[in-house]
């Protein structure tokens, strides 16, 4: 079995079949490698931690106990996003969430409830007026992401903060290479039309 | 999926206003005890001692060096095999008087020798093939190649010791 320190070090390809062989060490490897990445995602989607969290749970779950049916010629991060996807959307569509309130969940209907729920964004290092214009900015940025429809939000996300290519998006959302263009371009339309004003 | 070979453009060089927007999200991290709270619904595989002895034993041999262990394989399966056919035909006969009886029929005696050459040919790969994680399909396939072998190599015995000089350890078994 392999050492944490060779673990850490692996490509997710080689942590995948250490899994496979029975390391429950690889197993927490790949957890905590894609944790923030697959909940940042859901969040953004859902609007709601708890239910993120959930939906992010539920997300590794099905992709670990599915672990065999990966292949390794393929991008882990690509497959595991593709399952968050479909998990999130999933669930979008079951509960027809609301997904404009950055103060918690539309659902929340007590203060501490809506407190739990909340977005927390946190800038180190600055000065005090500094962290309040940051999250001033962190604050209307997500509302304006927020506003986008679902599927134009999974994609500029997957674009501009994980950095993946239109053909990856594609693949993980789907959709057709072309469907991915116009909706990153839509997306960012929106954006600058309801950023722009505020922001420059 | 298609394999990930994809060609990248940057985000930034595409949009740069609205990827300094985006890249000022920060990644946003679960609670406490998420980590622990997936691996609850997981059951890790046990492996098998086949499996964990593969594993501590892969990346030994690649490429080329594994091909040509495969081929000392090969090799070493056939010399033990022939050397087998040698020892139970020619000595095996002169002096055990229940392999005389078993090979009375000379038809009969390459067939028990068959049998000797394939436990022989198994049995000398099988654990070389383990240790060297060398897949089942190859260790089929050159354990094959050397009953094949070694079976052409009984008959050419049985030729050769049949015509030459007049006396060979089958007559003197069938007599």
Known sequence: ?200 | MKPNNVTHVTPESEDPLVHKWLSELPQLEPGSGFEDAVMAHITIPKPSRLKKLQSATSGWLTGRRRRLALAATVTYATLSTTSVVLLTTVFGAQTSAAWSALVAQPTSAIWESGIVFLLSAVHSMAPIAVIWNIGFTEVALAASAGVVVSILCALGLKHMLRYSNGSNALDYANA
């Open chain 1, 1 to 200: 079995m392999p050492s944490p320190n060779e673990i850490s070090t692996a490509t997710d390809q080689e942590v995948v079949q250490w899994a496979l062989e029975g390391s429950e060490r690889a197993y927490r490897e790949l957890v905590r490698r894609y944790q923030r990445p697959i909940f940042s995602l859901i969040f953004r989607m859902v609007r709601d931690r708890e239910r993120a969290e959930d939906l992010a749970q539920e997300t590794f779950v099905k992709a670990l106990k599915a672990l065999k049916t990966y292949r390794p010629n393929y991008k882990f991060s690509s497959w595991i996003f593709k399952i968050a996807n479909n998990t999130a959307i999933d669930s979008l569509r079951r509960k027809e969430l609301d997904t404009l309130s950055l103060d918690g969940a539309p659902d929340a209907v007590t203060s501490e409830r809506q407190q739990g729920t909340a977005l927390q964004v946190s800038h180190d290092g600055e000065s005090p007026l500094e962290e309040l214009e940051a999250r001033e900015l962190g604050f209307q940025i997500e509302q304006a992401v927020a506003t986008l429809r679902p599927e134009y939000r999974t994609c500029i996300l997957l674009r501009h903060v994980e950095g993946y290519a239109y053909e990856e998006i594609g693949e993980i959302m789907n959709l057709p290479l072309g469907t991915v263009k116009t909706y990153i371009h839509r997306a960012r339309s929106e954006l600058r039309e309801i950023l722009s004003p505020s922001i420059d």
